[in-house]
């Protein structure tokens, strides 16, 4: 048996983060990652193909945790490349949203209180699902939603940062919506204009879209819209103030494992707020086994507030936002 120096050395994890952060908050959490860095393994990226590989080779090596610092698409990247393994991941929440860290109950206004979490190492095994065989953790929608992603580009997102997505969806409101039917495995049907699908409770930030979402259920929860444009947004509203999207009459709630949505045309696609493509058909199904990730073990929770907060807090130059035990 070797000396022991009387000092431990502390564990160095490999992270995966997109270095061209230009936001005041981007540039915050590189401070962070630089002060860290003692505890990091720091790997740089420059496209989500990338962050993939990168967690993928971490994985086949048996590496306990990846960290992935970023929003929820760079998490998406990394979470594609440990599908499939027992490596679990770990979250430094430093984009626009932060909508899974939200649901997981990890702090996605502070850092260092993040990094605690991780330390902590509470492992929970959640669900993970496919869209057209490709993995994500929290959302996905097809239409309405997806066409706002892909209008929304990139400078409009650095230079305004949640309200180039309210722009866009201006825009989108006013054309002609596909016409979509959604087919469950067990022979239910839904005809509709919007289908978003939800593996935990919340949308957008801190919504409740999905009230009955369990992300330990093996079941999708999917919110079917009747109704498009202007209409659209007002039962959104609507639904939120009463309590529940679904209690609107102009929307569907369905619970299932495996299902299909058919349009009439080729339709956007999104997975975790990231632009998947455009398809005329698409297949929700569980995927293979759960996906590890590092939680807090009593999730802390948020307000919309917050969300309102950031939608509106612009600054002079630049906004705020960027883009083991198994219970």
């Known amino acids: 048996m070797g000396q022991h120096s009387g000092m431990e050395t502390p564990p160095r994890y490999p992270l995966i983060f997109n270095p061209k952060a230009r936001s005041q908050r981007g540039r915050r959490a590189l401070r962070f990652l630089a002060e860290k860095a003692a505890h990091f393994e720091l790997f740089a ?24 610092a970023g929003g929820d698409g760079s998490l998406n990247a990394v979470v594609r490349g440990l599908a499939g393994s027992n490596t679990a991941l770990a979250i430094l929440p430093t984009g626009t ?110 919504f409740k879209f999905f009230r009955k979402a369990d992300n330990q259920d093996s ?24 309590g529940g999207i679904d209690l609107v009459s102009s929307a569907s709630y369905l619970q299932t494992a495996d299902f299909v949505v058919r349009a009439d045309c080729e339709v956007p696609v999104e997975v975790d707020g990231e632009l998947l493509g455009r398809f005329r058909e698409v297949h929700f199904a569980e995927a293979a086994s ?28 630049a906004p705020a936002p960027l883009a083991s035990r198994t219970p």
């Open 219 to 242: 079941m999708l929860d999917v919110l079917v819209y009747k109704a498009a444009g202007y209409r659209l947004v007002l039962d959104l509203l609507r639904g939120l103030a009463a």
């Open 97 to 206: 949203m932060n909508v899974f860290a939200r649901e997981l109950g990890i702090p996605f206004d502070n850092l260092a209180r993040a990094f605690e979490v991780i330390e902590r190492g509470f492992v929970r095994e959640i669900d993970l699902f496919e869209a057209n065989k490709v993995p994500f953790v929290q959302m996905a929608g097809v239409g309405f939603d997806a066409k706002v992603i892909e209008r929304t580009t990139w400078e409009s997102k650095k230079a305004l940062g949640p309200l180039a997505y309210l722009l866009a969806a201006v825009k989108v409101l006013g054309e002609h919506p596909p016409q979509m039917e959604v087919l469950c495995a067990d022979g239910r049907r839904e005809t509709g204009v919007v289908v978003l699908a939800g593996n935990g409770t919340l949308y957008g930030g801190p």
């Open 290 to 317: 759960r996906l590890r990730v590092i939680a807090p073990e009593v999730p802390l929770s948020s307000g919309c507030g917050v969300t309102f907060k950031n939608l509106f807090n612009w600054t002079r130059r």
């Open 45 to 68: 990226t420059n496209h989500e193909d990338e962050a993939r590989e990168l967690a993928a080779r971490f994985a086949a090596a048996g590496a306990p945790v990846v960290i992935a």
